[in-house]
């Protein structure tokens, strides 16, 4: 066993949604890998609501190995609150959050131990050096997100993901947020701490396919800037200046046309000006309404995730 781990519990929170066939084969080779490096762990995982077969293989696990354990959701909550709940759902004096189907290579986990024990970090925080054979689509689509949610609430998570290592005073704070609505990577960010990040290259899927859609990815985007950021509604005041100064040049013209008997066709501005303030109108009407449907949402003070059973 790695010295630093010595008198350490270990904890391996692992969300999985319909990974029924992959979770088998995807759990002896990360348990391969962390045997052979010698370090022992919990495997927790969180079943986010599978409609397969994925629960009776958590079961099965665990019948057969004594440090594997988990929950499983009465639906779907999604990632982000698996994580969540992975973390509230066991104690442990250090918390590693991966995905299962391996492009979180489990070879780094030695390697992440290590760097925390001799930088005396408190947050090993895993960036995509590669990011594996995805879309260009989806990987615009994640560098402009990135890019823009930077500008907007000075986080700097480019290339970050959810291979993370963190230790127990970083995971108290994080169960003190009651936010329903989060961005795991986000509140690990904001925390702070001592935060040493970590490059890996992403690993190909063995088995099973992605859930990720990009409907998903663009849903997540959103939520993550509305989470940590008010600056979309400031768009509204800007706008509203920029029409009223605009509205202004537009008034003092058509005076000066008026009393100087020039005669004015001025339909077609018309109907662009309509049409302009009233897209305008609608889109800061929008901004806001969906940041009063979070408040909404956080003043129900309904629970995050509604566990079905535990292991």
């Not at 927790?44 to 994925?54: A, M, R, V, W």
């Not at 590669?130 to 986080?155: D, M, P, Q």
């Not at 509140?187 to 890996?200: Q, R």
């Not at 605009?246 to 662009?272: D, E, K, P, R």
Request: net charge neutral; with cysteine; glycine share 6%.
């Amino acid at each position: 066993m790695i010295p630093f781990l010595e008198n350490k519990q270990l904890a391996l929170i692992i969300p999985v949604y319909n990974e029924g066939k992959a979770l088998v084969a995807n759990f002896t080779e990360i348990k391969k890998i962390l045997d052979e490096d010698h370090i022992k762990c919990q495997f927790h995982f969180i079943d986010d609501g599978s409609k397969d077969n994925t629960w009776e293989v958590i079961e099965s696990l665990s019948n057969k190995h004594s440090n594997v354990s988990g929950i499983k959701f009465a639906r779907n909550f999604g990632k982000e609150i698996a994580l969540r709940a992975g973390i509230e759902s066991i104690d442990a004096d250090l918390y590693l959050t991966m995905d299962s189907d391996l492009q979180h290579p489990p070879r780094y986990i030695k390697t992440m131990l290590e760097l925390m024990e001799t930088q005396q970090a408190d947050i090993i925080d895993g960036v995509k050096a590669t990011r594996g054979k995805e879309s260009f689509k989806h990987r615009f689509f994640a560098k402009s997100f990135y890019k823009i949610l930077k500008s907007v609430t000075g986080l700097e998570m480019d290339n970050s993901s959810d291979f993370k290592l963190m230790n127990r005073q970083v995971i108290d704070n994080l169960r003190e947020f009651h936010e329903r609505n989060l961005f795991f990577r986000g509140i690990v960010s904001w925390v702070g701490f001592n935060v040493v990040t970590f490059e890996f290259d992403v690993d190909e899927r063995k088995e099973g396919a992605s859930h990720f859609s990009f409907g998903k990815l663009v849903f997540l985007a959103m939520s993550a800037i509305l989470s940590y950021t008010s600056k979309p509604l400031y768009l509204t005041i800007f706008s509203g200046i920029l029409f009223l100064i605009f509205a202004l040049i537009m008034g003092v013209q058509t005076l000066f046309n008026f009393f100087f008997g020039h005669a004015i066709s001025g339909f077609s501005t018309v109907i662009l000006l309509i049409l302009i303030t009233g897209s305008m109108i609608m889109l800061s009407l929008g901004i806001i309404g969906v940041y009063i449907s979070r408040i909404y949402e956080e003043i129900k003070r309904r629970p995050r995730y509604v566990i079905e059973k535990k292991l």
